[in-house]
């Protein structure tokens, strides 16, 4: 498959569980980007990756921990999360953290809290 | 830090008008400035974009506009038709880096 992949497309998990969201990219990319997307809220980055380094956490809750082992993959761990944590979570990518380039987004998980 | 207002949060127009979407940052430092389209149940797509070096830029049917001296820049939607219906998103941010800042996003509907 080409461009941002992301797994599982949809998440139903409870305030106790712990899970993982997956993005993978196919684009070469070195930078790589976690974003959340409420209702009626505008995109919030929340984590941001250069070649496997974190570079960017824009203070989110320490329930949310992501996980780079490559330049191709990033994982969102999850535990204990919160109802107000339901959303779409979008991956994407770009050719540099740095610069003037275009995200590429994947197709989002739609996780819902309960 | 950056804080991105756009306006307004719907707009509906008649097959082939204009549309115009603006948006206000806080940051002077802001120097990148791309415009998103999601459509419903897709992932939001780059669709222009314009660095604080130029004021204008055109791409076929869609401009952009940006004014430093007053921290706003607008998305023109020209002879606009059905399939630009969608979700259009602002976003700034400082330096050319990639830590983008979004605006609230903007539904636009095409009537037909």
């Known amino acids: 498959e080409t461009g941002v992949t992301q797994t599982p497309r949809h998440l139903v998990m409870g305030m106790t569980n712990k899970k993982s969201l997956k993005c993978e990219q196919h684009?070469?990319?070195?930078?790589m980007y976690w974003y959340k997307q409420s209702a009626k809220k505008p995109l919030e980055l929340m984590f941001v990756?250069?070649?496997?380094?974190?570079?960017e956490n824009n203070s989110v809750p320490s329930r949310f921990s992501p996980e780079c082992p490559n330049s191709s993959h990033l994982f969102l761990h999850l535990h204990t999360l919160q109802p107000e944590d339901s959303a779409l979570y979008l991956c994407?990518?770009?050719?540099?953290?740095?610069?003037?380039?275009?995200?590429?987004f994947g197709p989002g998980t739609r996780l819902t809290v309960t | 830090g950056e804080n991105v207002e756009q306006h307004p949060s719907t707009l509906s127009v008649q097959e082939g008008d204009s549309a115009v979407i603006k948006c206000t940052y806080s940051?002077?430092?802001?120097?990148?400035f791309p415009w998103y389209k999601q459509e419903l149940g897709k992932r939001p797509q780059l669709i222009i974009d314009?660095?604080?070096?130029?004021g204008e830029k055109k791409d076929q049917r869609i401009a952009v506009t940006l004014n430093k001296t007053a921290k706003h820049f607008s998305l023109h939607i020209t002879e606009t038709q059905p399939e630009d219906s969608a979700v259009y998103f602002c976003?700034?941010?400082?330096?050319?880096?990639?830590?983008?800042?979004f605006g609230q996003g903007t539904r636009l509907t095409i009537n037909p």
């Open positions: 940051d002077s430092a802001s120097n990148y």
């Open positions: 314009i660095r604080s070096n130029v």
């Open positions: 990756y250069s070649l496997e380094e974190r570079v």
């Open positions: 684009l070469g990319h070195n930078a």
């Open positions: 994407a990518s770009s050719q540099d953290w740095r610069g003037y380039y275009e995200q590429y």
């Open positions: 976003a700034a941010s400082v330096q050319g880096a990639q830590k983008l800042v």
